[in-house]
Each structure stands twice: as structure tokens, then as C-alpha cells.
């Protein structure tokens, strides 16, 4: 099945730093999603990105699909910025939208 | 995005025995899945969720530990049964809407073996 690496796995940053998230996948993708998981274990949905560029404030992604990475930009982190990044992909042909994640990005964020 | 819910939010159960999650979404959907999230690992596919059929398992999972349900679009319910401490993970239902190719998950279940 499709591979997924992310990189870093873990990031400390300072507050107000900018940061970048990579995802690198082995094969074509139908579908690509970053999620933030929260302490408290709840995924919230940040980008759905098979190609192409979004920004939604401080956040912004980029999936450049024939090269089959994708980037996860944070800028001015906060604190509530902290816990761990995925990367989860569709692989192409698979027929069954099933999502296979990365290992994550642990993010911690200090005053 | 589809409102999940499910219940119960966590647990803490004796190994040897079953539990019921309840997944539950407020609008139809076309596919819903299970995911586990063992302690500080990433999320796994347990199986889809298929309405009115069986469910369909991914390698690793059978159904008479994981047995699935799912009687209309908008509910399914996952087992854990025979517990033991290995068990112990977060367990998420997710749904993916015609048309949306884009999937949601639900708040989760922290479930603690001992």
C-alpha cells in the first residue's frame, strides 16, 4: 500500500516562530488531508490539499502531487499551536477513500 | 463538515471484557470507518463500515474481536471484545459524504484496559 513519511517528528518552537511540516508520500493520491490532534485526542480538520495551495490564517498548505510531498506552513505559532500534526492520504485507485496517516509531527509551542 | 459524536467519550474496563462504541452522525453519509490510535502512535484503519452488509476488516482485524455494526447511514457501533491491556487506545469513527471525498472524525473513545 501507499506510504506516508512525515518529518520532523517532533519541533519545539518559540512562540511567535514560523515553522514548516513536511509529507512525503509514495504514490498517487486522490485525496490528501492535514489534521491537527489536539491534547485531548480530537482530530480537527485543517486542509484538504490533493494539489494546489490554501491558506486559512496563520495556516497554510502546499501539495505539489507529481512530486508527491506536501507542506504544512505555521506561521506567528502560538501555544494552542501545540500537539501532533498528520498527514493522511487516499491512494489513487484505491476505490475505498480509505486514509492511510503518517506517524505525525509532535509540536510543542513555548512561551 | 458532518456533526460526530460518539459514545462513550472514555472507559475503563476489566480485560476479559466487551465493550460497545457508539458512533453517530447527524446527516446521511455514504462511508463511515473505525480507526485505533494505540498510545502515542498514529491512526490505524480497522475496518469500513459497509451499511446493511458485513463490514470490511483491514489485515490485523477480525470480526469476531472488532465485531461492527451498522443498521442505517447516520449510525454504526464497533465492539472491542475480550479485552486485554493491548487494547487500551483511543478508538475514532470517521464518514466521508458523496461528493465531499473529504473525511471527518468524531471526538473518540479513550478506552483503558486493566
Known amino acids: 500500500g501507499i506510504q506516508v513519511e512525515q518529518s520532523p517528528p517532533d519541533l519545539i518552537l518559540q512562540e511567535g516562530a514560523n515553522s514548516t511540516l513536511r509529507c512525503n508520500f509514495s504514490?498517487?493520491?486522490?485525496?490528501l488531508q492535514w489534521f491537527h490532534q489536539n491534547p485531548w485526542g480530537q482530530l480537527i480538520n485543517l486542509f484538504y490539499?490533493?494539489?494546489g495551495t490554501k491558506q486559512n490564517g496563520r495556516l497554510s498548505a502546499t501539495t505539489v502531487a507529481t512530486e508527491r510531498y506536501s507542506l504544512l506552513y505555521i506561521s506567528s505559532s502560538q501555544t494552542t499551536d501545540s500537539g501532533v500534526y498528520f498527514c493522511?492520504?487516499?491512494?489513487?485507485?484505491?476505490?475505498?477513500?480509505?486514509?492511510?496517516f503518517g506517524k505525525g509531527t509532535k509540536l510543542s509551542v513555548i512561551p | 463538515s458532518a456533526v460526530i459524536s460518539q459514545k462513550p467519550s472514555r472507559d475503563i474496563c476489566q480485560r476479559g471484557t466487551s465493550l460497545t462504541i457508539q458512533c453517530q452522525v447527524d446527516?446521511?453519509?455514504?462511508?463511515m470507518f473505525w480507526y485505533r490510535q494505540q498510545p502515542g502512535q498514529s491512526l490505524t484503519l480497522i475496518a469500513t463500515?459497509?451499511?446493511?452488509?458485513?463490514?470490511?476488516?483491514e489485515s490485523g482485524f477480525v470480526i469476531d474481536k472488532f465485531p461492527i455494526s451498522r443498521p442505517n447511514l447516520t449510525f454504526s457501533t464497533l465492539t472491542v471484545s475480550n479485552m486485554s491491556p493491548e487494547d487500551s487506545s483511543i478508538y475514532l469513527c470517521?464518514?466521508?459524504?458523496?461528493?465531499?471525498?473529504?473525511?471527518?472524525f468524531g471526538p473518540g473513545t479513550r478506552l483503558t484496559v486493566l
Open positions: 463500515a459497509n451499511q446493511g452488509s458485513e463490514a470490511t476488516y
Open positions: 490539499i490533493p494539489s
Open positions: 493522511a492520504v487516499e491512494g489513487r485507485g484505491a476505490g475505498s477513500y480509505q486514509l492511510t
Open positions: 446527516s446521511q453519509v455514504t462511508m
Open positions: 470517521s464518514v466521508d459524504r458523496v461528493n465531499y471525498n473529504e473525511q471527518f
Open positions: 504514490d498517487s493520491v486522490n485525496n
